[in-house]
């Protein structure tokens, strides 16, 4: 131990030689150094070799001896790094990195990002249950206005039309003679001019002036057919063209043909490629929900299409509706809530809001303030390694001290606050786009769940699976980058050669979510069931193309796929028994020894005020012993 006094009194007069500017003499002590070898913590920590003057090497393991006398390596520094700056910055990136309940135990901190997030599922959850309920309603008033006109307005309609079952067995609803084809656009208007007599729903007309529907055809320049040559005259120009039909009460007389004459147009189903019917139905949506129970006033934009862009001898026909909420009508619309309970229930929806609101811009804020100490950490260490070892920290030491974790959870806070906010402005009457109030919130809870993992993920059990899923992604990703050229080929082949044969196959969406059916084992038979076998040879090319990419990408492509995971989830898991460290980081975090118990982790806590004095009159500026190498 003598010695060990003597080889710190000559240390620390060759620091004061250094700070007056006198040559550093260390004769006596000779070229005493500790070796830093990153990729064997053992030596980081244990192996102390000094040499003496007559070039003797001497091996000591004093723990207590070392942890005074720890010199860096003359290969990395030539500066004496002091036991009490290392055991500093081993304990900080030690906290840096410790989980919750590890920070409460070193410093008493309370956890309250985890608190935060514990409650925000809850809140956000129930909030998006809520205003789920009321989403249902309005989609489903929708829909079933939609079925309404398309009972009302065409011909025929069969209830069969309606239905949702898979695989649709259904005609497509078309027209094929000329005299039907007048007849349809003459029920439609007679339809519409009888609307408020006819239907079953609340509906209501625009007013007489603009009580109009909008005839609007796209026709070719020129179709002629040259009988004495036997071939066609064609212009295929596109000529647009709008007429407004002014619609008055029980329009039974009307008629298409005429009306079109004396507009001095004639409607030549040779040049007519396209044609619509257009006009306007205002109706108002009581909602039962008691959150939101002010009605809507909405106006359908309702569009009869008249398909005959393949000139095919069939004109096929579609009924479309727009709908769109009348916020200058729905402020105007007067309604009576029922009862208290109800007024009860949207305030209490609404302080719901309110305290979502608060909570994310806390959450956000907490997130941020961390993302902004693991900066200024970062650089701090970059600093220390750099001037005490002389050695850069690897990209991945760094990204270590970003956690993205955290740019998700302020992520989700900024979804979930936009949500709320358009999700209060709809409660108002000042907003009324609820798809994309549903879009925010369900991507802002699915965030907040998946943040929780985050949690998880400091328990040893829970840990493996999130760590599989890190480690393999650079794998997985090279994989599915050749995996999608094999299905991207499979595709356009499938699409070009079976698409006039097949509905799986008629688009390109169409034949990649067919073929990505096939490969989850989904509607096998039907897919090779429908194929039509009017062309042998398509028909046997097929086969030939069904049974191979089932084969391939089954029992290949995503045995290989599971493979890839498989592989480095038994890498993570033998690593996580054998505790190793996977870089020169956590190996010098590791020679911190002390425990979150232990006390050592403790601060002394200091006011705001205090601070800000403090630093304003710069009391606390005479630099010490270690002040120029924690710079």
């Keep these: 131990m003598s010695s060990a006094v003597a080889r710190r009194a000559a240390v620390s007069h060759s620091i004061d030689r250094d700070r007056s500017g006198s040559e550093v003499s260390r004769e006596g002590l000779g ?19 000094s040499a003496d003057p007559n070039g003797i090497s001497i091996q000591r393991d004093d723990s207590e001896e070392m942890s005074q006398e720890r010199l860096t390596d003359s290969a990395y520094s030539n500066c004496y790094t002091p036991p009490q700056v290392e055991n500093m910055m081993q304990r900080e990136l030690k906290y840096f990195f410790m989980n919750p309940y590890e920070k409460y135990k070193a410093r008493g901190r309370k956890p309250w990002k985890l608190c935060i997030q514990i409650l925000k599922i809850v809140l956000v959850t129930t909030q998006l249950v809520v205003f789920g309920t009321n989403q249902f309603s309005v989609v489903t008033f929708m829909e079933e206005n939609t079925k309404a006109f398309e009972h009302i307005f065409l011909p025929d309609w069969q209830s069969a039309f309606d239905s949702g079952v898979y695989p649709n067995t259904k005609s497509q609803y078309a027209l094929y003679e000329t005299d039907e084809f007048f007849e349809h656009v003459d029920y439609v208007v007679k339809q519409y001019s009888n609307l408020n007599t006819v239907a079953i729903g609340t509906y209501v007309l625009p007013p ?3 009580r109009q529907i909008l005839v609007y055809t796209e026709e070719y320049t020129k179709f002629d057919v040259v009988t004495e040559y036997n071939c066609y005259d064609l212009d295929l120009k596109i000529v647009k063209n709008k007429t407004y039909i002014d619609v008055t009460t029980n329009m ?10 004396e507009q001095n147009h004639t409607i030549k189903f040779d040049r007519l490629k396209f044609m619509s019917l257009n006009f306007t139905i205002n109706s108002v949506h009581v909602k039962n929900s008691k959150s939101l129970s002010e009605p809507d006033c909405v106006n359908f934009h309702v569009k009869v299409h ?13 009924l479309l509706a727009d709908d769109k909420i009348d916020e200058n009508c729905t402020k105007h619309t007067r309604s009576h809530i029922a009862d208290l309970d109800d007024y009860g229930w949207r305030t209490a929806v609404t302080g719901l809001d309110v305290i979502i609101i608060i909570l994310c811009l806390v959450s956000s804020i907490l997130c941020s303030r961390s993302l902004y100490n693991g900066y200024l950490l970062k650089k701090k260490t970059i600093n220390f390694f750099d001037r005490h070892y002389q050695k850069k920290l690897s990209r991945s030491e760094k990204m270590t001290f970003l956690n993205l974790w955290y740019v998700m959870i302020i992520i989700s806070d900024v979804l979930t606050l936009a949500g709320t906010v358009a999700k209060i402005l709809i409660q108002e009457q000042k907003f009324s786009d609820y798809d994309t109030v549903s879009l925010l919130l369900g ?35 090279r994989f599915l980058i050749c995996a999608s050229i094999m299905y991207l080929a499979y595709a356009f082949c499938g699409w070009v050669v079976l698409g006039p044969y097949h509905k799986k196959f008629r688009t390109m969406g169409i034949t990649i979510a067919c073929m990505f059916s096939l490969i989850n084992g989904d509607d096998m038979f039907a897919t090779f069931e429908a194929m039509s076998e009017t062309n042998k040879l398509i028909y046997y090319f097929s086969q030939l193309y069904l049974y191979s990419f089932i084969s391939l990408f089954i029992y290949v492509v995503l045995s ?16 996580h028994e054998r505790g190793e460290c996977e870089n020169d980081l956590q ?14 982790f403790r601060v002394e806590t200091e006011s705001a005020t205090r601070k800000f004095l403090r630093r304003c009159c710069k009391r606390n500026n005479q630099p010490n012993e270690y002040t120029p190498l924690m710079d």
């Design 560 to 575: 290989l796929f599971i493979a890839v995971i498989m592989d480095t989830y038994e890498t993570v898991k033998e690593f």
């Design 31 to 49: 070229s005493a150094k500790v070796d830093y070898q990153p990729s064997n913590s053992t030596n980081m920590r244990n192996n102390l070799t």
């Design 443 to 477: 991507a802002g809870c699915f965030l907040v769940w998946f943040g929780i993992i985050r949690y998880l993920g400091f328990f040893h059990s829970y840990s493996i699976p999130v760590i599989t899923l890190k480690v393999a992604m650079p794998n997985v990703m």
């Design 306 to 318: 008249y398909d005959n862009t393949p000139h095919s001898g069939r004109i096929a026909v579609k």
């Design 208 to 210: 007489e002036p603009e």
């Design 587 to 600: 190996v010098f975090i590791k020679q911190c020894d002390d425990t979150p118990d232990s006390g050592c």
């Design 252 to 261: 039974t007389g009307f008629h298409l043909k005429d009306f079109m004459e």
